[in-house]
């Protein structure tokens, strides 16, 4: 198993490179209302390199469905409202950047489930481990992120020259030790949990695209995003059906108890002014 060819694990490594550094370079700059639009194109480039690379066949309902996201990504940008006004300010350039992102993640996910295939072929009804694939994409992905290092930094705006001093600076806040350790609160602890919870993700998203297909797996991928807007935004949720949010109804009784404080002392002033009442 560990004998595979290792040109595809070469390119799967290159295109996760790729993808990684569009994707930040173009997330610094757009808002984070525009990304969950712009990310719906990873399921059309999925449809369209399957059905290119892996000769798929789709039913009319599931192109349909396709055109209707690309046709809802398109008059989300072109509104000029909410996401699509955030799109029109920051120009073509970097959500194009970013669409060109999720196409190399789409490239790089149909390359794995070709990876499954072929080995499924090649070992006689054996499967290739999810580690083994995992684990050859990572190493690739790191050796070409560092060899990118030269242009991302001069993409952020970082000399070159001082990239080291950032590494070191991170590796500082990551530890959260020594005097930069101010804003660092809960290192190492949450990097470390954020960096187990990815790669359980990860991996289930690969066993997904063992047993089924790239596009299954695309498609289970989006839940994440409802499932985190209602977990950092559980406000919206509670607006969109109507019903007042706890904090409002709290201030609602703050407000009702202030008229009340101060209407007390107009009362007490209008019945001292009554003949026959004495304070």
Known sequence: ???LPQKPFILIGLLEALAAAAGMSAGAILSGASIPILSQTYLVWQLVLSAIFLKRRYRLNEITGCFLVTVGVVITVASGTGAGASLQSTGILWPLLMIISFFLQAAD????EIIFIDAAKNLKGGSVDLFVVNSYGSAYQAIFMCLLLPFLSKLWGIPFHLLPTYIRDGAACFLNMGSLSAGCEGAPLLPLLFVLVNMGFNISLLHLLKISSAVASCLASTFS???VDLRLHPTAAVHRRGVDPPSRLRCRRCSSHRRLTNA???AAR??????GMTS
């Not at 996910?109 to 794995?112: F, G, M, R």
């Open 1 to 3: 198993m560990l004998s």
């Open 109 to 112: 996910t149909v390359l794995k």
């Open 225 to 227: 995003g409802p499932a």
């Open 264 to 266: 007390q002392p107009s």
């Open 270 to 275: 209008k019945l001292r002014g009554k003949p």
